[in-house]
């Protein structure tokens, strides 16, 4: 796929190439099909997905909660990986969340994930935003009969959009 992007909201016609990017990660706990069209249905504000020549090739899916966007799952299929495809959605996202007052992000990683971990300290980085973390859930917390689950930990990063970092045209970047 080497065709134009195109970032957008999702819409219920996404929820099954959404699942199979999800599965075929390996890395992400993967939800059922059901929530997918969930989340591009009756979450289509705060989620986005890339498209390249009409096919989903990544996404971020989130819910909003007051001033703060909760990252629910970010994915990138393998063929769009090392392009920067993760953060762009993430910049697209937010810019749309900081419009409508949203002014922190929050996501829950493991410990022992460093994509994620460095990929939101970048997006951090960006929007010239702090990061918070602290201990979330711990591996007891998950059901046992589900196998082995790793402590989930909360990072929270803001302000976003901020007087002093907006951008016109922008609503929440670094001025450059």
Same mark, same amino acid.
């Given at each position: 796929?080497?065709?134009?992007?195109?970032?957008e909201?999702?819409?219920?016609? $996404?929820?099954?190439?959404?699942?199979?990017?999800?599965?075929?990660?390996?890395?992400?706990d993967?939800?059922?099909?059901?929530?997918?069209?969930?989340?591009?249905?009756d979450?289509? $504000?705060?989620?986005?997905?890339a498209?390249?020549?009409?096919?989903?090739?990544? =996404?971020?899916?989130?819910?909003?909660?007051? $001033?703060t966007?909760?990252v629910?799952?970010?994915?990138?299929?393998?063929?769009?990986?090392?392009?920067g495809?993760?953060?762009?959605l993430?910049?697209e996202? =937010?810019?749309?969340?900081?419009?409508?007052?949203?002014?922190?992000?929050?996501?829950?990683?493991t410990?022992d994930?460093?994509?994620?971990?460095?990929?939101f300290?970048?997006?951090?980085?960006?929007?010239d935003a702090t990061?918070?973390?602290?201990?979330?859930?711990?591996?007891?917390d998950?059901?046992?009969e589900?196998?082995?689950?790793?402590q989930?930990d909360?990072?929270?990063?803001?302000?976003?959009?901020? $007087?002093?970092n907006?951008?016109?045209?922008?609503?929440?970047r670094?001025?450059?």
């Amino acid at each position: 796929m080497s065709g134009k992007r195109l970032i957008e909201s999702p819409t219920k016609a $996404d929820g099954a190439a959404l699942w199979r990017i999800a599965r075929d990660s390996k890395k992400l706990d993967l939800n059922t099909p059901y929530a997918y069209l969930l989340w591009c249905h009756d979450f289509a $504000d705060t989620s986005v997905v890339a498209k390249v020549d009409g096919t989903p090739v990544g =996404f971020v899916i989130g819910y909003r909660k007051q $001033d703060t966007g909760f990252v629910w799952q970010v994915a990138v299929d393998p063929s769009q990986q090392g392009k920067g495809l993760a953060g762009a959605l993430l910049d697209e996202l =937010f810019d749309r969340l900081t419009a409508q007052g949203v002014r922190y992000l929050e996501t829950t990683i493991t410990p022992d994930n460093e994509a994620s971990i460095r990929l939101f300290a970048s997006f951090a980085k960006r929007w010239d935003a702090t990061v918070e973390r602290q201990d979330l859930f711990s591996a007891t917390d998950f059901p046992a009969e589900e196998g082995t689950h790793e402590q989930e930990d909360l990072y929270r990063i803001g302000p976003l959009g901020s $007087d002093q970092n907006v951008k016109p045209g922008i609503s929440g970047r670094k001025k450059t």
